[in-house]
């Protein structure tokens, strides 16, 4: 039987005669559709060898239109999905994150927290198991979220980032730098074996950075949503105060890269 392909034609084992615009074609439809895609799954969708997918796959990436990996591709984001819709993606992932975080934050604590909708879900559980917080954080829901749980609230001042809903910038950078806490609880953009954890800018991987730097212990808190996504930004290596939380284990590939940086992974 044969598979539909873009635009409907039909894929059999007759596409080896396909020009390498129409395989380049499927081949970024597929990696818009999902984070990652295999080479074996693109030699049987395309009915060419191996080496041809490899060969098309590395000139995508010299073209810089999807990310070359061990095995296939991933997609390259240049921006994050809008806040908005991201507390939709896998909840229930981001509310065992933010369980196991409040379990592991003692009361009393002083803790910088960063934006995200992974952040707020372990804000939300602070808010309902904690008191006595000292809170620095540059998202305004997550302070308003923190009111009942902490004695005291830090807006790291800033531009207002309108679509985030948290400050950023120079300034945000220089505030922060006046503070330390006994925890930070951080944000990420992607998670792959290749460049281990991405951003969508440079200011906010900076920014990320310095609140891991800034704490004795830092969390970075990544569901499985982030597995296999690929930022335009690569960020700095982890200090070695800081650990990943996730909710589900990564892909193999992922826990040897790792496993290999020696940075510690906890699931909740």
Known sequence: ???????GQAVTNETSTMLPSQRHAIILDEVSRQPAVSI??????????????????ELLAQENKL???RGGATNIRTKEPP?????????????????????MIPDGASVIIDNGSTT???A?????????????????????????????????????DISENCTMGLDTLDHLRRYHAEYSLVGVGGL??????????????????????????SLVLADRSKFGVVGQVAMKPLPT??????????????MAALTSAEIEVGQA
């Open 67 to 69: 990310n070359q990996v």
């Open 40 to 57: 074996r799954s693109l030699t049987e969708r395309l009915g060419v060898s191996r080496e041809t997918v490899r060969k098309d796959i």
């Open 120 to 122: 707020r879900a372990a």
């Open 83 to 103: 806040m908005a819709s991201r507390p939709l993606t896998n909840p229930k992932g981001k509310e065992r994150i933010g369980s196991y975080v409040a379990r």
């Open 124 to 160: 939300q559980a602070l808010a309902h198991s904690h008191q006595n917080l000292t809170v620095f954080t540059i998202d305004l829901t997550i302070a308003s979220i923190l009111i009942p749980a902490a004695t005291e609230i830090t807006i790291l001042g800033g531009r207002l």
């Open 192 to 217: 792959t074996a290749q460049a281990l954890f991405t951003d969508f800018s440079l200011e906010a991987a900076n920014l990320r950075h310095l609140m891991m730097q800034q704490a004795h212990r």
């Open 1 to 7: 039987m044969a598979k539909l392909g873009i635009f």
């Open 241 to 254: 105060n800081a650990s990943l939380v996730v909710d589900e284990m990564p892909p193999k590939e992922i």
